[in-house]
C-alpha cells in the first residue's frame, strides 16, 4: 500500500486551471481518469488526511504510485479527453457500466439500390436509416414481420438475393406477399425505393396519412363490391395498428427525447435510458455501475451521457436530454452534446406534465433494475471473495490473488504444439488479455518442457517491460541468461505499447500462475521462474485426474474439499485456459490441412492461385500442365509459370484418397477450392482414434 504523500506534488506545481488528470499504479498502468475545472483544487482533495477519504478514494490513492495532468483550454475540451481517456486505458477504480452490450438497431439500408431491411449492432453506417435502439432482436422482427404486409420491402441477405435473381425464382416473402420481390423485377428500384421511404417515415412516427389512405382504398374497394381486395386492406389497416400498439405514444407533439434514470446506493448505480423518437418510446437500455469513489448523482449522469453519446453524432443525438440532475457544471455537457448533434441540444430535468410522469416511469425501472441486481450480485460477489480467500489459505499466500494467470498446452499427437493464458481478475475473466504461444524451442511432444519455454517467455517480456519503464534499479537484474531484452523477430515483440499508460500484453505480473497439470508441470514452470529472478509470483497446479492442488518442492498435493469455492473457481480458471488452447490448436491445424503446394510458391497470392484452380479444375491437372499452358492462364507470367511447375515438381504427390467402404480409388477430379493438393481432402472432422488424443 502506496503512501499517497510520497508522490504528492510540490507546492505551486499544479496549476490552476480546467484539464485532465490520470492516476498511475507502480507498474505504471492507469488506474482512474478524471476531469476538473481547477486541477489544483479538485488534486488537493485526494491529498488530504485519510480518514476524511471515501473508502473507495482512500483504496484508489493508496494503490496509485503518482499522478499526472494535461491542461486543456476550456471543460468541453477536458470532457472530451477525459471520454477518449477513459476508453483508451479501461481505468480499473472508473465508473463502469456493466452490461455495456451493443443494442440492436431496426436499419434500412437506404445506400442500396434495393434497401434492405435488417437488425442492425455496432457502429452506424452513413447512409442508413436507423430506427431504435430496441431491448431484444425479437421485438424488431415482431415488428417488421407486421409492417411487410403493408410495406413489402426486402429482408433478405446479398446472397439470396442474387440468387433468387440468378434463378429467377423469389424466396418464400415473395410468394406469400410479404416481399415485393425485386430480385426477379416485380418491382422497378425507383418503386422499392419509395417503398423504403414510406416504410422509415411509418417508422419515424408519420402513421396518419398511411392510415386514412388506407381506409379511403377500403371503403371505395367495398363500394365497387371488391370485396377480397376491401378484407385484404381491412387486415393491412389492422396489422399497422398492432405495430403502432407496440409503441404506444407517451409525449405529444412528436417529442424526440432520451431520458435517463438513476437509482442508487452507496456501493452500486443503475442507469436506465427510455429513447422517445416521434413521441413514442422506442427503445430503453440499463446499465449498472460499482461507485469506486465518492460520486454525486450529478456526475453519474455526466459519465452515463458520455457512455451513451461519445460515439454517436447527428440525429443519433436528439433534440431533448431529460435528466433527474444536472451534473456540475452543466454548460460544458450542453455544449459538448450540442457538438455531437450539429444543433441544439437541451439537457434539463422535467418539472411537471407528461415528461414528468414519464420520467417517474423511468426512475421506477431503474429502481427495479438496481433491486434485481443486487439481489444477484450479493451472492456473486460473496462467492468470488471467498472463493479468493480459501484459495489463499491453502497456498499460503500473504493476500487474496486478485490477478490469476492460467497456462494450458494443446496439440495433436505432437503436432501443431501451442499454448494457452488466460487471466482472472477479482475472480472474472479478463478476455481482453488472454495470450496464446506457439512452442518454438523444440518439436514433438513434451509437456514439462512446453510449459518451461512459455513461462519463460511470458516472464521475459515483464522484466524487458520493467528495465525498458526503469522500473529495475540496476538494469542488468531484469536479464537472466541474457535473455532480459526482447529477441528480434519475435512476433509479439513490436506489441508492446510505449509507456504511456495502455495495458500492455505483458506489463502487469500475476499473484498467482496456475498451470494445467501435476507436480512435473508444476515444477517447470517454478524452475522457469527461478531462472528469471522470479520469487514473489506463487506457482500451483491443478491436476485433472483428482482434482488436487500442486506445490512446488511438495510431495503431496493440497487436497481442497469438493464443495470448496476456492477449487471451483480454479477448476473454471483451469477449464478457460483448456478451451483457449485448444480453440487456437484447432485453427492451426484447421490452416495447416487446408494448405497446399501452392501455397509454397513465392509472389503467388490468393487471387492467382483461385484463378489457377479455376483454370485447371484441380491441382492434379495443374501439376501435369506444361509451362505454356500454365501462362495461359491471366496474370501468370513465364517467370511465374517457372516457379509453379518447379514448386509442384518438388512436391510429391500423395496417396490418393480412398473409399473404406468400398475399397475404391477415389481420383481427383472435383475442382479444389481450397488449395490442397492431390488426394488431400480436407475433412471436417477427426477419426475417433486420433479425436481421443487430443488434448
Known amino acids: ?244 400498439e407496440k409503441n404506444a405514444v407517451v409525449l405529444a407533439d412528436a417529442t424526440d427525447a432520451d431520458l435517463i434514470a438513476v437509482a442508487e446506493d452507496e456501493l452500486e448505480a443503475a442507469v436506465q435510458i427510455f429513447h422517445v423518437r416521434g413521441g413514442r418510446v422506442r427503445g430503453q437500455r440499463g446499465w449498472v455501475t460499482d461507485k469506486v469513489e465518492e460520486v454525486t448523482t450529478g456526475a453519474l449522469v455526466e459519465h452515463a451521457l458520455q457512455q451513451l453519446y461519445g460515439e454517436e453524432s447527428g440525429d443519433a443525438v436528439p433534440k431533448e436530454v431529460l435528466v433527474p440532475a444536472l451534473p456540475e457544471p452543466a454548460v460544458p455537457v450542453q455544449e459538448w452534446l450540442t457538438g455531437r ?85 477479482d475472480g472474472l475473466q479478463r478476455k481482453g488479455e488472454y495470450r496464446r504461444f506457439q512452442i518454438k524451442g523444440f518439436a514433438g511432444q513434451d509437456d514439462v518442457r512446453s510449459m518451461h519455454e512459455v513461462i519463460s517467455r511470458r516472464f521475459r517480456r515483464y522484466l524487458a517491460e520493467k528495465e525498458r519503464t526503469g522500473e529495475w534499479a540496476d538494469g542488468e537484474e531484469a536479464a537472466a541468461d541474457g535473455e532480459g531484452v526482447l529477441a528480434d523477430g519475435d512476433p509479439l515483440a513490436g506489441s508492446l505499447k510505449d509507456d504511456d499508460g495502455r495495458p500492455r500484453k505483458f506489463a502487469y505480473p500475476p499473484q498467482l500462475v496456475v498451470v494445467d497439470g501435476g507436480r512435473p508441470q508444476v515444477a517447470a514452470a517454478r524452475r522457469a521462474l527461478d531462472e528469471l529472478g522470479i520469487d514473489d509470483i506463487a506457482v500451483c497446479g491443478l491436476a485433472k485426474r483428482l482434482e488436487e492442488v500442486w506445490l512446488p518442492a511438495e510431495d503431496d498435493p493440497v487436497v481442497l474439499p469438493r464443495t470448496s469455492e476456492g477449487l471451483y473457481l480454479l477448476q473454471r480458471v483451469r477449464d478457460e485456459a483448456h478451451r483457449f488452447a485448444i480453440t487456437y490448436q484447432r485453427t492451426k491445424r484447421a490452416k495447416r490441412l487446408r494448405s497446399g503446394p501452392l501455397d509454397d510458391v513465392p509472389g503467388l497470392g490468393e487471387s492467382r492461385k483461385q484463378a489457377l484452380i479455376k483454370h485447371f479444375g484441380s491441382v492434379k491437372k495443374l501439376r501435369s500442365a506444361t509451362i505454356e499452358q500454365i501462362q495461359q492462364v491471366p496474370g501468370i507470367g513465364r517467370k511465374t509459370a517457372e516457379t509453379i511447375a518447379a514448386a509442384l515438381a518438388r512436391a510429391a504427390p500423395a496417396a490418393p484418397a480412398v473409399n473404406t467402404a468400398t475399397g475404391e480409388i477415389i481420383d481427383d477430379e472435383e475442382p479444389d477450392t481450397t488449395g490442397g493438393s492431390s488426394g488431400e481432402p480436407v475433412s471436417a472432422g477427426l477419426p475417433d482414434e486420433r479425436r481421443g488424443q487430443e488434448r
Not at 16 to 28: A, L, N, Q
Not at 57 to 85: G, H, K, P
Not at 203 to 215: D, H, K, V
Open 341 to 425: 448533434r450539429g444543433a441544439n441540444v437541451s439537457l434539463r430535468i422535467p418539472q411537471r406534465g407528461d415528461k414528468k410522469a414519464l420520467m417517474e416511469t423511468v426512475e421506477r425501472n431503474a429502481q427495479q433494475a438496481l433491486a434485481l441486481h443486487k439481489t444477484k450480485r450479493a451472492s456473486d460477489l460473496t462467492t468470488r471473495s471467498r472463493a479468493l480467500e480459501e484459495i489463499a489459505e491453502a497456498l499460503d499466500l500473504d493476500s487474496a490473488p486478485l490477478r490469476i494467470e492460467c497456462y494450458d498446452i494443446s496439440h495433436l499427437q505432437g503436432d501443431d504444439v501451442v499454448a494457452s493464458m488466460v487471466v482472472f481478475e
Open 1 to 244: 500500500m502506496a503512501d499517497p504523500s510520497s508522490y504528492r506534488p510540490r507546492p505551486g506545481e499544479i496549476p490552476d486551471s480546467p484539464g485532465v488528470y490520470r492516476f498511475r499504479d507502480e507498474h505504471r498502468r492507469v488506474i482512474y481518469v478524471g476531469k476538473a475545472k481547477s486541477l489544483r483544487q479538485r488534486l488537493a482533495n485526494y491529498f488530504q488526511d485519510l480518514a476524511n477519504l471515501h473508502p473507495r478514494t482512500r483504496t484508489m490513492v493508496t494503490t496509485a504510485a503518482s499522478v499526472e495532468w494535461t491542461v486543456v483550454s476550456t471543460e468541453v475540451e477536458a470532457l472530451q479527453l477525459e471520454y477518449s481517456w477513459i476508453k483508451e486505458y479501461d481505468p480499473r477504480f472508473n465508473v463502469k457500466y456493466r452490461d455495456d452490450k451493443s443494442y440492436p438497431y431496426l436499419a434500412v439500408t437506404m445506400n442500396e439500390q434495393f434497401p434492405r431491411v435488417q437488425v442492425m449492432r455496432g457502429h452506424k453506417k452513413k447512409g442508413v436509416r436507423y430506427f431504435g435502439p430496441y431491448g431484444h432482436a425479437w421485438a424488431i422482427r415482431d415488428t417488421v414481420d407486421l409492417l411487410l404486409r403493408v410495406f413489402p420491402v426486402r429482408t433478405c441477405s446479398a446472397g439470396v438475393f442474387k440468387n433468387a435473381g440468378r434463378t429467377g425464382r423469389p424466396c418464400l416473402l415473395g410468394y406469400i406477399g410479404k416481399c415485393s420481390a425485386p430480385c426477379v423485377g416485380r418491382i422497378t428500384p425507383e418503386e422499392h425505393g419509395e417503398l423504403a421511404e414510406e416504410f422509415c417515415d411509418f417508422m419515424a412516427g408519420r402513421t396518419g396519412t398511411y392510415l386514412r389512405r388506407l381506409e379511403k382504398q377500403m371503403m371505395e374497394a367495398a363500394e365497387e363490391m371488391e370485396y377480397e381486395r376491401a378484407a385484404r386492406l381491412r387486415d393491412d389497416i389492422e396489422a399497422l395498428k398492432k405495430a403502432m
